[in-house]
Structures are given as C-alpha cells and as structure tokens.
C-alpha cells in the first residue's frame, strides 16, 4: 500500500517551470544579463560589438550542454565532478581513434562511438558506485575525476592529438545552417531531446520524484537504483557530446580541454535554478544560466581580469544562487 506521504511527493514532483522561484529567476537572469553587458560594454566597448554576441553564443552553446549533464544529476540530489576530466579522456580518445583509423567520415564516425562509449562507462560506474553502492555522489565523483585525469595524461602522454580529419571541424564547429553555426544546433537538439526525456517520459518524472523525496519515491514503488545510475551514464554521455564538440573547435585531442567546465557547469544550473537539494528545476534555465556565466566570462576576459579573480566569482555566484534559491524556498 502506497503511503500519502508518497503519494503526495509523487504528484507534486516533476517539472514546474510556473513555481513562482523559477518565474522569479527566470526575469532576473535576462536583466542581469543585460546589466553584466552594459557594465563591461562601459569599459570595453568591444564587448557589445556584433562579432562578440557570435562568440557568446557559441560559447554558451558549449557550457550549455555541460550545464544540461549537470542538471540530470543534480535533479537526484548528486552531481558530478569528474565531469571536466571526462570531457578531456573523450577529447583524447576520439582524437587517437581518429587519427588511428585515417581521414574521412568513418574515422569521425569511429572517433565519436569510442568517445561515447568511454564516457558511458565513466557514467555507469559512478551511477553503480552511487547508486548501488550508496556511497555519496562528492566523494565518488571526486575520486572518479583523479582516475579519469590520469588516464587522460597517460594515454596522451601529457601532449595534444593532432591530425585530426579536417571533416570533423568543417562539419561540428565550422558549419552554419541558416547562419546560426553548428554547435548552436547541436545544444538545441539536445535541448529539445532532454526536455521531452525529463517531461514526457517516465525515466524523467521519476528523476524529479527520487531528488525530490527518496524515501518517498520507493514507497511508492519505484525502483530508484536503475533510475540514479542511468541519470549518471546519461550526464556522462552529454559529456561526451560536448566534449566531441570542443574537440572539433580545437581541432586536436587536448588532456587539459575540461579546464574548469566543472565548477563553470554546475554554476551554471545552479544560477539557472537547478536546486542541489533535488527534485527542482529544468534544462531550459540552466541554459539561461549558461548564458549568464557565459557573458560573465567573456566580459571578465575582454576587460583582463585576471583567471583567478574569475573562479572567485563563479564560486561567489554559485554560493549566492544556493542563498537566494533557499530564501526563496523558505517563503
């Protein structure tokens, strides 16, 4: 027998882009936006040039993808901070496996299968370690990104993969459709694809029902392990995707292409209103809240703020997003 409690927490959760904390966020975020250009367009006037709205777009539909993998963990309460590492082993392997089978569509084609594949593998043994295993998301992420860094650095030797089918960066970074370039395509394709995971399906009703109320959530007969461990493979397969992606733009397999996408990621959900605590929030607001890094990025560069002084604002972001998300919760 189902217990109310459960039953409740079952019809409550799921996506709810008309709460009134996300309709809230989702109109400060365009002003701050809008501020955090007038701003930096105040002291480089390059900033607000057409030629760098491109750049922004293009680079936010890059931390957008790794924004909507962060945000299908972090709907479970998790999150995953080897995601970083993650994009630099795919980076390195796909290169290797490109330049291993030769030119052509087939090496591309060959590149990104081993990509994705190493990715799912990542994906599915934090999801077994998290899941099945019960042990805390921080603790397994963290110690999978020290495996995943090294492996990175020894399969590369610590050096870039170059050679690379000159295809893959025509076809995945240099291609426009109607002038918008690819890579802005690709992030809507996956927009669109995870929405439908996460509203229509019921793999994505129960990722908000489990983030929502664990306990709850198997009270009510669902079965959480299989449920967590795939939302894990599926954030590592994002990943990959953007990983492929970037590779393409650089035009080589780098071991230190992730950077700081990790901590730029779950910034970015979270400042959208992907709530840490579960259960809350969507992709189309981590999108807006890529934008928001994005912009906060790119300005902080044009006006050579040094990299250090930019980490110390994104944690400070992250840190006042948690404060306002948890005032607004409250009331």
């Known amino acids: 027998m189902t217990e109310p409690g459960a039953t409740r927490?079952?019809?409550?959760?799921g996506p709810a882009p008309w709460q009134i904390s996300e309709i809230v966020r989702l109109g400060a975020l365009p002003v701050g936006i809008v501020v955090l250009l007038l701003i930096f367009g105040f002291?480089?006037?390059r900033v607000l040039?057409?030629?760098?709205?491109?750049?922004?777009?293009v680079q936010t539909s890059y931390l957008a993808i790794f924004a909507m993998a962060q945000t299908v963990v972090i709907l479970t309460r998790g999150f995953d901070l080897s995601l970083g590492y993650t994009v630099s082993l795919v980076s390195i392997v796909a290169a290797m496996t490109m330049v291993a089978v030769g030119d052509g569509a087939a090496a591309i084609v060959a590149g990104i299968a081993v990509g994705l594949a190493v990715a799912a593998v990542i994906g599915l043994v934090n999801g077994v370690l998290v899941a099945g295993l019960e042990i805390n998301p921080l603790v397994?992420?963290?110690g999978m990104a020290n495996i995943v860094m090294a492996f990175a650095s020894t399969v590369s030797g610590g050096f870039p993969v170059s050679g690379l089918p000159p295809g893959l960066t025509q076809w995945l970074a240099q291609a426009t459709f109607l002038t918008i370039a690819a890579p802005i395509w690709f992030a809507l394709l996956?927009?669109?694809?995870?929405?439908?995971t996460l509203r229509a399906t019921k793999f994505g009703r129960y990722l908000y029902i489990i983030g929502a109320n664990p306990r709850a959530a198997v009270a009510a007969g669902i079965r959480a392990r299989p449920?967590?461990?795939l939302a894990?493979?599926?954030c590592s397969l994002l990943t990959a995707m953007g990983a492929i992606l970037l590779t393409a733009r650089t035009g080589s397999g780098e071991p230190t292409l992730g950077g700081n996408l990790t901590l730029q990621a779950i910034a970015a959900a979270v400042v959208g209103g992907v709530r840490l605590s579960g259960g809350e929030g969507g992709v189309g607001a981590a999108i807006l809240g890529a934008l928001f890094v994005t912009v906060l990025s790119n300005g902080m560069n044009m006006v050579q703020i040094d990299g250090y002084l930019q980490q110390i604002c994104l944690g400070l972001i992250i840190i006042v997003s948690l404060f306002i998300g948890r005032d607004v919760s409250r009331r």
Do not use: C, K, M
Request: net charge negative.
């Open 227 to 229: 449920v967590l461990a």
């Open 232 to 234: 894990y493979v599926l």
């Open 190 to 196: 996956i927009y669109i694809g995870l929405t439908l």
């Open 140 to 142: 397994t992420t963290l």
């Open 9 to 13: 927490a079952t019809a409550q959760a």
């Open 43 to 45: 002291v480089e006037p």
């Open 49 to 57: 040039g057409l030629d760098n709205f491109r750049n922004i777009a």
